[in-house]
């Protein structure tokens, strides 16, 4: 049971490119969410999911795209990368509306 | 909208020191979670608080619901160096979402 994993762990990306940050979990878990920690800021939430197939946006969405096709797993894509997204990124994952779990985050640094 | 203000913002204590840090939100919540987030990991759940007055404690870590369910409080009993990390309350908002406040972060001095 590897709780909540997110791929990769370190990035770096130049101004303009794109990536896809995964999470995947093996608690089947309903609700899943995406969110990004900069100093001083706390957790701030990007975009979330209650099932398989919805999303929502959340607190700080712009600039992010996710997408829920399968329950497991959560995307988190950037289209065109600005200074302004590096940060780290945490997914989490919740039973129901409580107790969230945690993966190890994703350090990404755009130049 | 929602928010959860959490204080002292940082702490520098002695090594054996009793921690206390609070939470408190301008409307109510009726669960109050606590976590830990230690360096370069993501935060883990310390304590769940279900219940208006519930006390819970998880070894040397309290934690309180407070009586009007607008605040929280987190004790820490005789401090040891692992305890340092950033501290978060958070509870269930509306919308699905989970409000997190900007922690407390605890700083210990050998």
């Known amino acids: 049971n590897a709780g909540v994993t997110q791929t990769p762990k370190f990035r770096v990306l130049k101004t303009g490119q794109s990536m896809t940050l995964l999470c995947a979990q093996d608690m089947n878990h309903e609700y899943m969410y995406w969110y990004r920690q900069d100093p001083g800021m706390g957790l701030r939430l990007i975009h979330y999911s209650v099932g398989e197939g919805t999303t929502a946006k959340g607190e700080v969405p712009d600039g992010y795209n996710v997408s829920r096709l399968k329950k497991q797993n959560f995307l988190l894509g950037l289209e065109s990368a600005a200074p302004s997204q590096t940060s780290v990124y945490f997914c989490a994952s919740s039973f129901t509306l409580d107790t969230q779990y945690f993966g190890p985050g994703t350090r990404l640094t755009v130049l | 909208g929602q928010q959860l203000n959490q204080s002292p913002q940082s702490m520098f204590i002695q090594e054996g020191e009793d921690v206390s840090m609070n939470c408190t939100s301008s409307s109510i919540f009726n669960t109050w979670l606590w976590y830990k987030q230690e360096p370069g990991e993501g935060p883990v759940l310390l304590i769940a608080?279900?219940?208006?007055?519930e006390l819970t404690s998880n070894g040397r870590l309290t934690a309180q619901f407070g009586i009007t369910r607008k605040d929280s409080f987190l004790n820490i009993s005789a401090s040891i160096p692992s305890d340092v990390g950033i501290y978060f309350c958070a509870g269930p908002g509306r919308d699905d979402k989970i409000i997190f406040g900007k922690g407390t972060r605890l700083h210990i001095l050998p």
């Open positions: 608080l279900y219940k208006a007055g």
